[in-house]
């Protein structure tokens, strides 16, 4: 009994993270405002942000990795500061990053964004367009960051070899 009821747990955990995968995925395109018009007409090398937290950036870097093939690097904000290379806006023109949120309530069960309280993080990706400064993102906050970026790198993949 104790098999089937971790199993059941599993699958619902498991199917959670690919219904917020799905839901990302569909709203990420230049439509919809979530990749820059100009993405795939550009020559630049994508400056993926790291947040410092090692379970993030694990997926962060895995997921780029395996589904995006355009030129990248791997940043951290003090990089940005510090390395003079990264004030070429011209080659590292747009910024895949983060911005983390904070939830209150059960995940996945009415949760509010920025709440008080106990809670769990979230976040949304985005990317920086450091020539136009405007931030395209598909607005989907999760605590499935790993199937956010997932979405996210894949469309990007997409747009950039003229796939979409």
């Known amino acids: 009994m104790k098999r089937v009821i971790i199993v059941l747990i599993s699958v619902l955990f498991s199917s959670c993270g690919m219904i917020i995968q ?21 020559d630049h090398i994508l400056l ?3 947040d ?8 962060m870097k895995k997921h780029v990795e395996k589904n995006y093939k355009g030129k990248y690097e791997f940043v951290t904000r003090e990089d940005l500061k510090t390395k003079d290379k990264y004030s070429d806006k011209d080659t590292y023109r747009y910024i895949f990053e983060s911005e983390k949120g904070y939830a209150q309530g059960q995940p996945g069960m009415g949760a509010s964004t920025y709440s008080t309280g106990p809670g769990y993080n979230v976040y949304k990706y985005g990317i920086w367009d450091r020539i136009k400064l405007e931030t395209y993102s598909n607005g989907v906050y999760s605590s499935y960051y790993g199937k956010l970026i997932k979405a996210y790198t894949v469309k990007m993949e997409k747009v950039r070899s003229g796939e979409l």
Do not use: Q, R, W
């Open 52 to 59: 410092g937290k090692k379970s993030v950036d694990k997926y």
């Open 48 to 50: 993926c942000m790291l």
């Open 22 to 42: 799905g839901v990302a995925s569909g709203k990420t395109s230049i439509e919809k405002g979530a990749i820059p018009p100009d993405f795939a007409n550009t």
